[in-house]
């Protein structure tokens, strides 16, 4: 939970379009109405696309594929390098196909590294075997461990799933859904239910376990206490990109943040100061004097008349002045 505190108060300065860790965020709220500037989030969002550009700059091969015998690589052979081109050819097909949503995925990601010092996404085959599918998850759904050599081999993410989803998705990959999942289709096919997918080492799931696979993908429906499904996979579907980790934890944070946030802070309550300050030279707080001297309130809009009662005697001081705060806008 300090964890999430933490990122909730690192997005509501640098990344307000996250800012959801310790709160539900309504679609329609002003998620910018606690700033005054805009400066943290210009900066975080120029860095952010800074490493995508980096990284992956359009219109170049910046990935290839080699064979892992040295030996083999330096011979270059015409036939393998030939395999190589086309090997390269074909996962950079699979990636940038419309379907895949590569291009989204990475660009979330980038700034989940950037802001964060973390970011979590999938690699896994679409349902119809027709190509790739690639998703960032939210840092608020997802927890992992690492294994002896420093490096994550078991993830939890959690997600939220209407009944509808639940079982069209149960259909396709044969998932053991709960009945009363299905008697929600019925009556509340939106309804939402809580969900995870764990997915990590077989070896330490189920020792036992005699098949070549390395992995195995778990999901269980939460709300329902229903395992959904569990089968060996060969592969580990997560990529869990790390910054500057801290000691003793699997969790690392971002550099930049550490050294802007304060300064982030610093800076909207400058901006705030100002505006108060400009606001309160153009239209003061007011001194008025009680009982009948003042009829209808304050008025002190542009050509705004306030009223006074015609008896009063002024000699007795003024019925109404400005309240000097010594604050200089400039």
């Not at 802007?260 to 108060?276: C, Y």
């Given at each position: 939970?300090?964890?999430?505190?933490?990122?909730?108060?690192?997005?509501?300065?640098?990344?307000?379009?996250?800012?959801?860790?310790?709160?539900?965020?309504q679609?329609?709220?002003?998620?910018?109405?606690?700033?005054?500037?805009?400066?943290?989030?210009?900066?975080?969002?120029?860095?952010?696309?800074?490493?995508?550009?980096?990284?992956?700059?359009?219109?170049?091969?910046?990935?290839?594929?080699?064979?892992?015998?040295?030996r083999?690589?330096?011979?270059?052979?015409?036939?393998?390098?030939?395999?190589?081109?086309?090997?390269?050819?074909?996962l950079?097909?699979?990636?940038?196909?419309?379907?895949?949503?590569?291009?989204?995925?990475?660009?979330?990601?980038?700034?989940?590294?950037?802001?964060?010092?973390?970011?979590?996404?999938?690699?896994?085959?679409?349902?119809?075997?027709?190509?790739l599918r690639?998703?960032?998850w939210?840092?608020r759904?997802c927890?992992?461990?690492?294994?002896?050599?420093?490096?994550?081999?078991?993830?939890?993410?959690?997600?939220?799933?209407?009944?509808?989803?639940?079982?069209?998705?149960?259909?396709?990959?044969?998932?053991?859904?709960?009945?009363?999942?299905?008697?929600?289709?019925?009556?509340?096919?939106?309804?939402?239910?809580?969900?995870?997918?764990?997915?990590?080492?077989?070896?330490?799931?189920d020792?036992?376990?005699?098949?070549?696979?390395?992995?195995?993908?778990?999901?269980?429906?939460?709300?329902?206490?229903?395992?959904l499904?569990?089968?060996?996979?060969?592969?580990?579907n997560?990529?869990?990109?790390r910054w500057?980790?801290?000691?003793?934890?699997?969790?690392?944070?971002?550099?930049?943040?550490?050294?802007?946030?304060?300064?982030?802070?610093?800076?909207?309550?400058?901006?705030?100061?100002?505006?108060?300050?400009?606001?309160?030279?153009?239209?003061?707080?007011?001194i008025?004097?009680?009982?009948?001297?003042?009829?209808?309130?304050?008025d002190?809009?542009?050509?705004?008349?306030?009223?006074?009662?015609?008896?009063?005697?002024?000699?007795?001081?003024?019925?109404?002045?400005?309240?000097?705060?010594?604050?200089?806008?400039?």
């Amino acid at each position: 939970s300090s964890l999430l505190n933490f990122w909730q108060s690192v997005a509501e300065n640098h990344f307000p379009e996250r800012a959801d860790f310790t709160r539900l965020k309504q679609q329609d709220e002003d998620m910018t109405s606690q700033l005054y500037s805009s400066e943290p989030i210009l900066f975080r969002r120029e860095f952010g696309n800074f490493i995508g550009a980096a990284l992956r700059p359009k219109g170049k091969d910046w990935f290839g594929v080699q064979v892992a015998d040295i030996r083999l690589r330096k011979r270059k052979l015409p036939r393998v390098e030939q395999a190589l081109i086309d090997t390269r050819d074909t996962l950079r097909g699979l990636m940038y196909n419309r379907k895949s949503g590569y291009t989204r995925a990475m660009t979330t990601a980038d700034h989940d590294y950037a802001t964060f010092g973390n970011c979590v996404g999938s690699v896994e085959p679409r349902p119809t075997l027709d190509g790739l599918r690639y998703r960032t998850w939210h840092l608020r759904d997802c927890a992992w461990l690492e294994n002896y050599d420093g490096e994550v081999d078991t993830i939890f993410r959690k997600f939220q799933v209407t009944a509808q989803n639940l079982v069209a998705e149960g259909k396709k990959r044969g998932w053991n859904v709960s009945d009363k999942v299905r008697d929600a289709l019925d009556k509340t096919p939106q309804k939402e239910f809580e969900c995870m997918h764990v997915q990590m080492p077989l070896l330490n799931y189920d020792p036992k376990n005699k098949t070549k696979m390395e992995w195995v993908s778990i999901y269980l429906d939460v709300t329902n206490k229903e395992l959904l499904s569990m089968k060996p996979c060969p592969e580990f579907n997560y990529f869990v990109d790390r910054w500057f980790l801290l000691d003793g934890s699997q969790y690392a944070v971002s550099p930049c943040v550490i050294c802007s946030l304060p300064d982030s802070r610093t800076l909207q309550v400058m901006t705030w100061s100002i505006m108060e300050a400009g606001e309160k030279a153009v239209e003061p707080p007011m001194i008025a004097r009680g009982g009948t001297a003042i009829i209808g309130g304050i008025d002190i809009r542009a050509a705004g008349v306030t009223w006074v009662d015609k008896n009063y005697d002024e000699r007795n001081g003024e019925v109404i002045r400005a309240l000097e705060m010594g604050g200089q806008p400039q």
